[in-house]
């Protein structure tokens, strides 16, 4: 089977839900949870479809730039889907959706990397596993984060739009932000851990700039969670921290990986 064509209705039901949200929340009116949850798991579906054809391949895992992004972007999918029938989580879709709709087609349509097709290992197949949850909860976290900054600076102007109005309250939404942190973190622990117990060298010329930007990653978010437990910190200083974080995570793996693959092609 070809991946074009799950990819294709993946990237649809993506956009139509997108779509949906945002006209309901353009009318000031609260979108049917039931309704998104429906589409996005027939979207969801439909992109593990697409994903499995394109990672399996005869000599092993293909997980290039691209397919890794779309990977990641359906682990974060699931992971809002899962928590959307206990939590206040359904305004962290409208940027989820389309990111994901772009992740589907630019696995699809975009030039393949480099990257060597990885083994059937037990040990880095975890460290695989225990990466991409942490990128997607953390992932997960920064678009709380974003949406946390969007409602403390309407409150503070005292202009709340429609789509502010559906939010939950601000002390909900930083207990949201903080619970995504500190599941993102244990995660990014794991994986850091298996890194450590599976791969050859972690600090193997191709792998050195991935780990120490990794584990800078880590203490800043170790020092955000205990400044929350400690010092109580939250508002700016905590979504400042969160970014900060949040950007080293990603110039370790996607920035790593975009120089490997398409500047570099190792």
């Keep these: 089977m070809h991946p074009l064509l799950p990819s294709l209705a993946a990237a649809c039901l993506y956009a139509?839900?997108?779509?949906?949200?945002?006209?309901?929340?353009?009318?000031?009116?609260?979108?049917?949870?039931?309704?998104?949850?429906?589409?996005?798991?027939?979207?969801?579906?439909?992109?593990?479809?697409?994903?499995f054809i394109q990672l399996l391949s005869p000599s092993g895992l293909h997980l290039d730039f691209f397919t890794a992004s779309s990977l990641i972007a359906?682990?974060?999918?699931?992971?809002?889907?899962?928590?959307?029938?206990?939590?206040?989580?359904?305004n962290l879709l409208l940027l989820l959706f389309p990111l994901s709709c772009l992740a589907v087609l630019f696995a699809q349509f975009a030039p393949s990397g480099t990257a060597p097709a990885i083994n059937g290992d037990p040990g880095i197949l975890a460290h695989i596993l225990f990466s991409i949850l942490a990128y997607g909860m953390l992932t997960i976290a920064v678009f709380q984060s974003l949406l946390l900054l969007l409602q403390d600076h309407h409150l503070r102007h005292k202009h709340p739009s429609g789509l502010?109005?559906?939010?939950?309250?601000?002390?909900?939404?930083?207990?949201?932000?903080?619970?995504?942190?500190?599941?993102?973190?244990?995660?990014?622990?794991?994986?850091?851990?298996?890194?450590?117990?599976?791969?050859?060298?972690?600090?193997?010329?191709?792998?050195?700039?991935?780990?120490?930007?990794?584990?800078?990653?880590?203490?800043?978010?170790?020092?955000?969670?205990?400044?929350?437990?400690?010092?109580?910190?939250?508002?700016?200083?905590?979504?400042?921290?969160?970014?900060?974080?949040?950007?080293?995570?990603?110039?370790?793996?996607?920035?790593?990986?975009?120089?490997?693959?398409?500047?570099?092609?190792?």
């Design 164 to 266: 502010i109005k559906n939010f939950p309250p601000l002390q909900t939404m930083e207990t949201l932000l903080f619970g995504f942190l500190l599941a993102g973190w244990i995660l990014l622990s794991a994986s850091l851990l298996t890194g450590w117990l599976f791969l050859d060298n972690l600090f193997a010329q191709h792998l050195v700039h991935k780990t120490l930007l990794s584990v800078v990653a880590w203490i800043v978010f170790g020092l955000l969670l205990w400044g929350r437990h400690r010092l109580g910190w939250r508002g700016y200083k905590a979504i400042r921290w969160t970014l900060a974080g949040f950007c080293l995570l990603m110039l370790a793996y996607f920035g790593s990986k975009l120089v490997r693959e398409f500047i570099l092609h190792i």
């Design 16 to 51: 139509g839900i997108t779509g949906y949200q945002g006209l309901r929340l353009a009318q000031q009116a609260t979108p049917d949870k039931r309704l998104l949850a429906a589409i996005g798991v027939l979207a969801l579906i439909a992109h593990s479809v697409s994903l």
């Design 74 to 90: 359906a682990a974060v999918t699931l992971l809002i889907l899962l928590a959307l029938s206990r939590m206040p989580v359904e």
